[in-house]
């Protein structure tokens, strides 16, 4: 994450979108909304060497990045359909903003997961049913 500087708090962050067939989800996303996906990294493949993770740039001048992603994945949280795109949203503390997130109506559905050495994540379901995801950058 060297030269990345951190948005705003609240800012989002990450998109993932849940995929149960990477290719054609890759080609979907493509062809609608031309979307160019970078090449995967050695980290982003499972020890078959099939991938995992095909990560996209909106723009490099915006903060905000994702990926379409193999589901279910460690959580068994994310998957395809209902719940499929999940928005990241930058925040300080993920135990602190879930008791925000529960009393203002929403539900935690996961605990705090740690995203390699660089932070942790939780996510949440909001009033309208939403799914959504908390992360915050390890200090």
Avoid: H
Wanted: net charge negative.
């Amino acid at each position: 994450m060297e030269g990345w500087k951190a948005p705003k708090l609240g800012s989002p962050v990450w998109i993932d979108i849940a995929s149960s067939d990477l290719p054609r989800a890759q080609k979907f996303y493509s062809t609608v909304f031309n979307w160019t996906f970078n090449a995967p990294a050695a980290k982003d493949k499972d020890a078959s060497g099939n991938i995992e993770l095909a990560k996209f740039d909106f723009n490099p001048d915006v903060t905000l990045t994702g990926s379409v992603r193999r589901t279910p994945e460690e959580t068994g949280v994310l998957s395809p359909g209902r719940g499929g795109i999940c928005l990241y949203w930058l925040v300080d503390d993920v135990e602190k903003i879930g008791e925000v997130i529960e009393k203002e109506g929403g539900k935690m559905l996961s605990g705090a997961v740690k995203e390699g050495e660089f932070g942790l994540y939780r996510f949440f379901e909001d009033t309208e049913g939403n799914l959504g995801a908390v992360y915050a950058i390890k200090k």
